[in-house]
């Protein structure tokens, strides 16, 4: 109500300012100095348009500010225009335009006596403080102190400052603090000369060190061989070049301007030092004037938003400054594409299988991160807020960075819709799972799968799937496996303590053993994102959501109420501070172009799932008799008696089945004595026969 009250007051105010100036330049304009005034008597009718009023205004203000009240008209018509608007800046304004008034008198008291001229006069007010400055010093000190005044209303009115204006005709190299006039001092605007518009562009990204292992081959299809898949190429993604924007310094300069504006309405005085233009939003850097608190200006994020426009302005502090972060919308955003991001050099030269895009910061620069750091990731954000994209994305980003042999995905889909476009990839597991009854199964086979990892790995004497690797041959080497969730709502609502608890074990142990978690819901309530599932995911993206409850149900702060959607999101990493993010796009076209790339060099394995499959029905019965042994067990042990000696990669290759099925195999074998004692890491076992 007070904010109501108190733009009704800014537009009468500004509403008489106008007509004021309209009454005062029609009385100068036809003024006669034989009309009625109050030092002359004359029974002559009035031949000012605005009457023996006008005539008797105008005889006033040119007796006592002579030619000075023809600028009043435009002083005023300028206040009262900035006061329609909201803008006005209250202090500078108000002093500038005291100071110039002041003054101006006097300059044209001194041009009328120096030229000894009538055309223009200062007005009794002029010639008084004239001679009041030239009897006690002398006609040299009545100048300077007249035209030092002057330049100073001009100076807080526009500003202007005499040590930034520049002769250098070169502007500055791409990538350094730029003016926003490439040099110039910024005139007509209430931003201070230096003012600076940060262009940034990617900061080059340290070489990593090559791990000592990165896993090449795991099992492969006989469509699909080692030295045979070729990873798809950016070209095969779309720029969309022509929704790209970028605001002008012009622009940039009056944003500024009229945020600070606002600000001063909201008496939050300060100054604004710098503009990051981003590809969605810009960043500008406030400063507060002493003694205004941080908090205030937090405060008033929802005021500036209506002030300016309607438009979600969001405040927040910056890591490692001073300054606050006042990030407004762009008034045209532009498209960030897939393509920049995988063609990037941040993502070209992370050596990680597991790097994920997201997008670009807030400055344009590339975001990637990799998954086997975070290590699950939780997403969540409203119907239509760009959640489904960003998984899209994610998912293009494994296709375009690792083998079939080196990361297997489980999607899990309840929707039907997002997933199954990736239905026949070489790096599924599993078909695409639809059902949450089965979500839910193949969530336990998962538990099954990593502790059957960790009994490897353990046996090989290594702490995580790394070292495993580092000790095997590649044929019994594992590959990563990220299980994707697109909705957790429907499975939670379906079978919730199964479901929760399965997805809180893996989080809570499956890093070690290769397995990672990204999980998407629509629905951020605290019945679907449990307090134990988000404490087990440090990595969590929030994209726009309705509220602040919402907000701090996903990041435990608020803030995602105020993005923009349509990709805008809010990701908070471990150890880090929430970054703002805006999402790599990738549409369906695309993604048909690179999957059907995919699919043409071979067909999904589902040998490890089924394997889990026969895994977790064995384990509901403790008797491991002859009868219940695999369907080739026999044929295998023909086979190594036929060799002399047998391993789990060569039953691999000779019956095409998976890693899990052959070292069960081989274990068997182990128990009935049919192979001798281990030879070392990837080395074939003697065969005994009885």
């Known amino acids: 109500m007070a904010e109501v009250v108190r733009g009704i007051k800014y537009e009468i105010k500004g509403l008489a300012a106008v007509l004021l100036a309209l009454f005062t330049a029609t009385s100068l304009l036809t003024y006669n100095k034989w009309d009625p005034s109050p030092f002359t008597y004359t029974d002559i009718t009035a031949a000012n348009y605005c009457g ?117 005709r070169n502007p500055k190299t791409k990538g350094e603090p730029i003016p926003a006039t490439a040099g110039e001092t910024h005139k007509d605007n209430g931003i201070e000369p230096d003012f600076k518009i940060i262009k940034h562009k990617e900061e080059p990204l340290e070489d990593e060190k090559k791990p000592t292992v990165t896993v090449r081959q795991f099992k492969m299809t006989p469509e699909v061989r080692e030295g045979q898949y070729t990873l798809p190429k950016a070209e095969l993604l779309s720029s969309n070049d022509t929704e790209k924007y970028e605001l002008t310094r012009e622009e940039l300069i009056l944003a500024a301007d009229i945020l600070k504006n606002r ?34 200006v937090v405060s008033l994020s929802d005021d500036l938003g209506r002030a300016m426009g309607g438009i979600k302005v969001r405040v927040s502090l910056i890591p490692g400054k001073t300054p606050i972060g006042i990030e407004v919308p762009n008034e045209k955003r ?101 059902s949450p009854k089965e979500a839910s199964d193949a969530l336990k086979k998962m538990l099954l ?88 995911f440090p990595s969590r993206v929030a994209f726009m959501v309705s509220s602040k409850v919402d907000s701090r149900t996903i990041l435990d702060t608020h803030g995602a ?48 799932f089924e394997d889990l499959v026969m895994e977790e029905a064995q384990s509901a019965d403790t008797e491991n008799t002859v009868s219940d042994k695999d369907d080739v067990y026999k044929d295998v042990i023909r086979y190594a008696q036929t060799m002399g000696e047998v391993s789990i990669s060569s039953i691999q290759r000779r019956f095409k089945i998976g890693y899990n099925r052959a070292a069960r195999i081989m274990d068997m074998l182990d128990e009935d004595g049919l192979v001798g004692p281990p030879k070392g890491a990837g080395k074939p076992r003697d065969f005994v026969s009885n």
């Open 561 to 608: 109420e105020k993005l923009l959607g349509r990709g805008d999101m809010l990701m908070l990493s471990p150890g880090a501070k929430i970054t703002r993010v805006h999402g790599a796009f990738v549409d369906e076209s695309e993604i048909k172009a690179v999957v059907d790339f995919v699919k043409s060099q071979g067909r999904p394995d589902y040998s490890i």
């Open 449 to 536: 799968e990593m502790e059957r990892r960790y009994r490897l790995i353990a046996g090989q004497g290594a702490r995580n799937i790394e070292m495993f690797n580092a000790s095997v041959t590649d044929e019994e080497k594992l590959p990563y496996i990220i299980v994707i969730i697109d909705e957790l709502a429907d499975l939670m609502f379906t079978a919730a303590k199964n479901v929760e608890d399965s997805i809180v074990r893996l989080a809570q142990m499956a890093r070690a053993s290769g397995i990672h978690l990204i999980v998407a819901t629509q629905r951020p309530s605290v019945d679907v994102i449990t307090g134990i599932i988000k404490a087990n």
């Open 52 to 168: 023996i009023a006008g005539s008797y205004y105008a005889d006033i203000l040119l007796s006592f500010i002579g030619s000075g009240a023809f600028i009043l008209p435009f002083f005023l018509f300028y206040y009262g225009l900035r006061r329609l608007i909201g803008s006005v800046k209250k202090k500078e304004n108000l002093v500038g335009s005291f100071l110039l008034l002041v003054t101006l008198p006097m300059v044209f008291a001194l041009v009328s006596e120096t030229f000894n001229t009538l055309a223009v006069t200062g007005g009794l007010y002029g010639v008084v403080l004239i001679n009041v400055l030239k009897k006690p010093f002398s006609p040299v000190f009545a100048y300077i102190v007249t035209l030092s005044v002057f330049y100073t209303s001009i100076a807080i009115m526009l500003p202007i400052n005499l040590t930034s204006i520049s002769f250098r």
């Open 263 to 296: 600000l001063s309405d909201f008496n939050v005085e300060g100054r604004i030092s710098q503009a990051h233009p981003g590809p969605v939003i810009t960043m500008y850097e406030f400063e507060p004037a002493p003694g205004v608190k941080i908090s205030k």
């Open 334 to 434: 532009s498209v960030v594409s897939l393509k920049e991001i995988i063609a990037s050099d941040r993502f070209v030269k992370k050596s990680s299988l597991l790097t994920l895009c997201m997008g670009k910061d807030i400055y344009g620069n590339p975001i990637v991160e990799d998954l086997a750091r975070m290590p699950h990731l939780l997403v969540a954000g409203t119907t239509g807020s760009g959640k489904s994209v960003a998984i899209n994305s994610m998912i293009m980003s494994i296709l375009f960075k690792a083998k079939p042999s080196e990361v297997k995905m489980l999607m899990v889909d309840p929707k039907l819709l997002e997933l199954s476009i990736y239905e026949g990839i070489p790096h599924l597991i599993s078909n695409v799972i639809t």
